[in-house]
Nanobody
Framework: QVQLVESGGGSVQSGGSLRLSCVAS??????MGWFRQAPGKEREGVAT???????NYDDSVKGRFTISQDNAKNTLYLQMNSLKPEDTAMYYC????????????????????WGQGTQVTVSS
């Protein structure tokens, strides 16, 4: 079992920045990602990263968000810059182990392990 604990959410004004962190422990994983869900909307993929460092981003965050990981600290990060009100959502860290294929997942249905979420609110 993989345990995931997110932190770093908060409230910022449009144009501001936040960095989310996710500490992982236990289990085996070679894909990790950030997903988000706004009220009344389906969960969507934000960014994913493989154990080898390959990244994928949703078009809506390309150039503004950066996913990274510190393997020594078992920590996943999401640096969010130039935040917009439409980025407001609950952000979740997730992990999975794959034998083949890529880490990208539009809605995260194939991710097995999830954190409790951290709220990000961007005001205009």
């Amino acid at each position: 079992q993989v345990q995931l604990v997110e932190s770093g959410g908060g409230s910022v004004q449009s144009g501001g920045s936040l960095r989310l962190s996710c500490v992982a422990s236990g289990g085996t994983r070679n894909c990790m990602g950030w997903f988000r869900q706004a009220p009344g909307k389906e969960r969507e993929g934000v960014a994913t990263i493989s154990s080898g460092g390959r990244t994928n981003y949703d078009d809506s965050v390309k150039g503004r968000f950066t996913i990274s990981q510190d393997n020594a600290k078992n920590t996943l990060y999401l640096q969010m810059n130039s935040l917009k009100p439409e980025d407001t959502a609950m952000y979740y860290c997730a992990a999975k182990f794959i034998l083949f294929g890529g880490c990208y997942s539009a809605g995260g249905r194939d991710y097995n392990y999830w954190g409790q979420g951290t709220q990000v609110t961007v005001s205009s």
